[in-house]
């Protein structure tokens, strides 16, 4: 097989076109369609190639596309041709290959080519396009930043959720979805969590599925919610959320772990000028004076502390420092913040505690 690709592709090399339509012509009766579709593979990608493939028998159309690749096909390459074909001859994960490859040249009359192929490739197999995570990334950033539907491109995120988790090449929908709608964070706690004060129900293998998703999206969403931006946060959208948010919460039964995602959602952001906690956060802390919300932005503020260099608990005490100096400055005016921010300068001065510890114990071994 390597030598009968090699004599090919120097054959058209060296003769071109001309000399494949002429062995094609001598031996398209005895070949088969694998053969057939071999012969042109070898040639370069391009619209006269294309032409020739598309007068051929059904079964060596669909051959060729069903190897074909989206390299080599230069930089200024007419995406829809082959990617309408490849679709054309079932081909949807060949075909969104193409299209991220080439996603930043796609003109904006090609994004429908781009939805049916996502569409059609996430019907087949979603785990398909792991393989090519790069390219889809590649073309979900493209869509969004046109006028897609944000509800085309959550449903596209949703189904691919183990894929786009943790890409940078652009903002998820989902996240921005989460920080205006308050009803999607309950739909997805409610998918997460089992009802307060209820057995755990035994669930199918999709049901846990979707649940391991929800989860996973709002363990990764960082807010804030109530607005698309943080440099946008401000008392009363985040209320508003909050608000809407826990009422859903009670209805469906998840009161207390809803309170306590909220804490983690809300307790993050600075404000303009860079102070931690925001002043919209201290503001509403102060009027839910709610245990469970303010035990989530605890919970938030010590996942987030990092890996940490060993210091001897010297980095440790200068943390609980900075939060000491901290809540001396929310006393007077968010005193339930002022005593959240002590407590963990409690637990940073107790990981520091341990850090000293464990470091005298090195030494003396």
């Known amino acids: 097989d390597l030598f009968v690709r ?4 120097g054959r058209l090399e060296s003769s071109g076109p001309a000399w494949r339509n ?17 012969v042109y593979l070898m040639d370069a990608p391009g619209i006269e190639t294309w032409d020739r493939v598309n007068q051929e028998a059904a079964e060596v159309q669909r051959a060729y596309w069903s190897r074909f690749s989206p390299l080599g096909l230069g930089h200024h390459v007419e995406v829809a041709r082959p990617a309408e074909a490849l679709l054309r001859h079932d081909q949807p994960l060949r075909a969104v290959a193409l299209l991220g490859l080439y996603a930043n040249a796609m003109s904006d009359d090609d994004l429908q080519l781009a939805v049916t192929a996502l569409e059609r490739a996430i019907k087949a197999d979603p785990n398909g396009l792991l393989p090519i995570r790069h390219d ?15 509800d085309q491109l959550v449903a596209f995120e949703w189904a691919l959720l183990p894929l786009v988790l943790e890409a940078h090449e652009y903002p998820l929908a989902l996240y921005e979805r989460l920080a205006i709608d308050s009803r999607f964070f309950v739909e997805l706690c409610g998918l997460a969590f089992r009802r307060e004060g ?19 999206l709002l363990q990764s969403w960082y807010g ?3 607005v698309k931006d943080t440099k946008d946060l401000a008392y009363e959208p985040l209320h508003a959320w909050v608000d809407a948010a826990r009422a859903g919460l009670q209805t469906n039964g998840r009161r207390v772990i809803g309170d306590l995602r909220i804490g983690e959602v809300v307790g993050l952001p600075s404000g303009l000028q860079g102070e931690w906690p925001h002043p919209a ?7 839910l004076a709610n245990a469970d919300i303010e035990r989530g ?9 990092g890996v940490y260099s060993p210091s001897a608990g010297r980095a440790e005490r200068e943390k609980a420092k900075e939060y000491r100096r901290q809540s001396e ?3 007077s005016s968010w005193p339930r913040m002022a005593a959240l921010v002590d407590r963990l300068a409690a637990s940073y001065d107790a990981w520091a505690e341990r850090e000293e510890t464990e470091h005298i114990h090195t030494e003396d071994t």
């Open 224 to 226: 804030p919610p109530g």
């Open 6 to 9: 090699g004599f090919i592709g």
């Open 297 to 305: 932005i605890e919970l938030r503020v010590i996942n987030s502390r």
């Open 281 to 287: 956060v201290s503001r509403l802390i102060e009027e």
């Open 198 to 216: 209820e057995p755990a129900p035994s669930l199918s293998e999709d049901e846990r599925n979707r649940a391991m998703a929800a989860y996973r």
């Open 136 to 150: 889809v990334l590649h073309l979900l950033a493209r869509l969004a930043r046109t006028e897609t539907s944000r």
């Open 22 to 38: 002429a062995v094609l012509n001598r031996f398209r009766s005895t070949w088969t369609p694998d053969r057939i579709a071999l």
């Open 329 to 331: 400055r929310l006393r």
